[in-house]
């Protein structure tokens, strides 16, 4: 069996929900322009004497701030940016919020790099942009011709799930397999993508090389996953942590333990899903892995041209949403972890993603640049 079967680049996997309409569009009246248009001015000139800035300064009463979503309406990354807006939109009422979705990724990504770089147009999407751009199959550089300006979670847990009769019940026993059994293991994911890159991690993890010992092939949704594992035509994949505690309790699958951010335990797990998860739902961590997390989160950025005064305003009232309820809610809802990070700390968490989706990209044979 070949053991790396065609890579076909994908957009990393978010939970498709249903809900929640496009976007609207910016308010026509003349009192919302000329207040935008003054706090657009009035932001620039404190920008360039690099004073300090609040929030207040660059949004002020009246203004419309746009926030480009690369994504449809109703899938994960939308929902993320819809509980960020409503957060915000508690916070600061006389402030326009809108989301404009696009339906093509590559549009939107082009959007929000050529917006006006005033505090009013930001963008908001998961760190696959990362490994898309280092596969080539975006041109929109997300370190370069974006700038990070907060990180609105830092994703949250998926189970890594096995056929019911597999040989191998944790992640140390499917590491002693795949040496016992090089070429014999078939993991399904979606290839190229950041379900590819998760599993990969684990599984270099567990021996170096141990990647090239397996069979990757092309099983994108997570309808498939589950089925195409329970009926052991795949032996590895991964899913949502109910859609496997399920599948277990009827003996459907194996659960081989949790593939997580850094910030996961089992008990926290357990508190984000509502769940009480076995010890099966261990984290790498948690069973021995170094370097087998999954740190992935979702960014707010701005157009690279905007001031860092700016961006630091905006980045404190990113931080003010983490701690309103109705975001909180929203997250836990998604099953993913907040925190209120400050300016720093969200871009030095994107350098180290980007460090670690750079290797990624390498160890799967995708990077072309």
């Not at 994504?71 to 409503?86: E, F, N, P, S, V």
């Amino acid at each position: 069996m070949k053991k790396l079967i065609s890579l076909s680049l994908a957009a990393a996997l978010c939970i498709s929900l249903a809900g929640c309409g496009s976007s609207g569009s910016s308010g026509s009246a003349a009192s919302t322009t000329a207040a935008a248009a003054a706090g657009t001015e009035a932001a620039g000139e404190a920008a360039g004497d690099g004073a300090e800035l609040a929030v207040e300064d660059v949004w002020t009463k009246g203004s419309t701030v746009t926030f480009h979503v690369p994504a449809k309406a109703g899938g994960g990354t939308d929902l993320y940016c819809r509980y960020l807006t409503q957060a915000l939109t508690e916070l600061y009422p006389d402030v326009n919020f809108i989301v404009q979705n696009y339906d093509t990724v590559e549009v939107g990504r082009e959007a929000a790099k050529n917006a006006d770089p005033d505090g009013l147009n930001l963008a908001v999407h998961h760190g696959g942009w990362i490994l898309e751009y280092l596969a080539g199959s975006t041109n929109v550089n997300p370190k370069d011709d974006l700038k990070v300006v907060g990180i609105l979670n830092q994703g949250g847990p998926q189970a890594i799930i096995a056929k019911p009769d597999a040989p191998y019940h944790n992640f140390k026993e499917l590491g002693d397999y795949i040496a016992a059994n090089p070429g014999e293991v078939v993991i399904g994911c979606s290839l190229g993508g950041a379900s590819q890159g998760a599993i990969y991690k684990i599984i270099e993890a567990l021996g170096e090389g141990y990647s090239e010992q397996v069979n990757w092939v092309q099983c994108a949704s997570e309808a498939d996953k589950l089925t195409q594992t329970a009926s052991g035509s795949i032996d590895i994949a991964n899913c949502s942590v109910p859609n496997a505690q399920s599948y277990e309790a009827d003996g459907r699958l194996i659960i081989l333990g949790s593939s997580a951010p850094s910030v996961a335990t089992l008990e926290s797990m357990e508190e984000l899903v509502g769940l009480e998860l076995g010890d099966s739902f261990k984290t790498t961590a948690e069973q021995g892995l170094e370097n087998g997390e999954w740190d992935s989160c979702y960014y707010c950025w701005a157009p690279a041209g905007t001031p860092d005064n700016i961006c630091k305003a905006i980045n404190e009232a990113i931080m003010k949403a983490c701690e309103v309820q109705s975001y909180i809610d929203g997250n836990k809802q998604m099953a993913s972890y907040t925190d209120a990070l400050d300016l720093d700390t969200c871009r030095d968490t994107f350098q180290k993603e980007w460090d670690s989706m750079d290797a990624v990209a390498a160890g799967m044979g995708v990077k072309t640049r």
